[in-house]
């Protein structure tokens, strides 16, 4: 049977409070939910799945434990949902300019490129109505070009999440559904991002 190794990296939104002792265990967040997808749908395809997605983390932090994290493990796939910390921490002093953030993001980019033969899917940050996240706002509007950019020139398969919570939202009775802060996905926002991501990915698995 074909084995295929999918490592999810990010922050918050991928650890999902997963057991740090264990990177097997995928926490409560989208890669849960990816995982269950693909299993049911490949049952001859023999998966592991990692979750090392770290809470907190920006873009330079992702760079800094990519070997041990990514290219040390030779991943098939490997998907990155990183970029909302670089600009929420911002607010705290903990200044990641736009071209600082584009070049940390394409030199991680680049080294999965150069260093593993892993299909690279990148989903995009974004940011829900929640009033106290409005500060977010402006810039994440001045990181989603860079990151679209990026995925035209790196990834496999891109998953623009800001605009699919958009039209996801306008279906549901009340904008707080998919996560409580605008951020973190609830556990109906972490299904939805599993399942886009289960689909998404499909074209790799065949």
Do not use: C
Not at 122 to 151: G, N, Q, S, T
């Amino acid at each position: 049977m074909k084995k295929t190794l999918i490592l999810f990296q990010g922050d918050s939104i991928t650890d999902a409070g997963r057991d740090k002792r264990n990177y097997h265990q995928l926490g409560n967040g989208y890669p849960k939910f990816a995982a269950a997808h693909i299993a049911e749908a490949h049952p001859d395809t023999e998966f592991e799945f990692i979750n090392l997605g770290i809470s907190g983390n920006r873009t330079d932090q992702l760079f800094d434990r990519l070997y041990p994290d990514a290219i040390a493990l030779q991943p098939d796939i490997i998907s990155i949902l990183i970029g909302i910390n670089d600009i929420w921490h911002r607010k705290s002093n903990i200044l990641t300019t736009d071209a600082q953030f584009e070049l940390n993001y394409r030199t991680i980019l680049t080294l999965l490129r150069e260093r593993t033969n892993a299909k690279i899917v990148m989903l995009a940050p974004y940011v829900l109505d929640a009033e106290d996240k409005e500060f977010l706002r402006e810039d994440h509007r001045k990181i989603i070009p860079i990151v679209r950019a990026l995925a035209e020139e790196f990834a496999d398969v891109y998953i623009p999440l800001d605009e699919k919570f958009e039209e996801a939202v306008k279906t549901q009775p009340e904008p707080r559904f998919y996560s409580g802060d605008g951020v973190h996905p609830n556990q109906n926002g972490a299904a939805f991002i599993g399942k886009l991501y289960a689909e998404a990915i499909d074209v790799l698995l065949k």
